[in-house]
């Protein structure tokens, strides 16, 4: 069974993810990861992010795949080097190109059919395009204040004041939720869960009940 989870950023898909697929016994997959994996490739090739053509080239001299250490780029386990601020900035570009998205989807399907069909999936158009067919979508959400509090607690937030970071997950969201290849959005059956006021066992357990 395929586990959807999607959702924007700073709302803890990740962790949460992560423990779902702890608690259940099946493999774990975090497709942003996948797509940062990606915007970093096209980076240190010195590719414009804007250009669809050229981005679509370089993939495809490489292998993204991803495994308990984290994303693999190449081989090479790129976990921390997919989190600096140039690929932060760059990666909606990317990702935005409707031709690379579709390389990286059937990506993500090979991946999970090769963790035989069992894996909890998370990014942001898994159960509307991913796996539409998922049986358990959940759309997990809070606030803007609520999700930029918890990333000021992020290594990666590199001291940034809240007020800056809500600002990025602002513009994140637009670029996300605006782009015309599978934006930003709860499925039509998805169970949405609001974290705001939730700790991460309280989510864990209420995703873990849907299943058993």
């Known amino acids: 069974m395929v586990i959807a989870i999607d959702g924007p950023s700073g709302v803890g898909k990740s962790t949460v993810s992560r423990l779902v697929a702890k608690n259940l016994g099946l493999a ?37 795949d991803y495994d308990e ?11 921390f080097d ?12 990317v990702s935005a190109h409707p031709l690379v998205r579709a390389e990286v989807v059937n990506m993500q399907r090979r991946w999970v059919e090769h963790h035989d069909g069992r894996a909890v999936v ?30 000021a607690t992020d290594s990666e937030a590199g001291g940034k004041s809240i007020e800056e970071i809500a600002d990025a997950l602002a513009q994140r969201d637009h670029a996300d939720s605006s782009r015309a290849a599978s934006p ?3 499925a039509d059956d998805a169970v949405i869960i609001d974290t705001g006021n939730m700790t991460i066992d309280e989510v864990v357990a209420q995703i873990t009940s849907l299943v058993m």
Do not use: C, Q
């Open 69 to 79: 250490r984290g994303v693999l780029l190449d081989g090479r386990s790129v976990a």
């Open 184 to 186: 930003l959005r709860p």
């Open 122 to 151: 998370e990014g942001r158009d898994i159960g509307t395009i991913v796996f539409p067919d998922a049986p358990l979508k959940i759309y997990m959400t809070a606030s803007p204040l609520v999700r930029a509090t918890r990333r």
């Open 28 to 64: 774990f997959l975090d497709t942003g990861a996948t797509y940062r994996a990606a915007t970093l490739a096209v980076l240190e090739a010195g590719v414009d992010p804007s250009d669809e053509s050229e981005v679509l080239s370089e993939l495809s001299g490489h292998s993204i």
């Open 82 to 93: 997919v989190r600096s601020d140039a690929v932060t900035s760059a990666v909606s570009a």
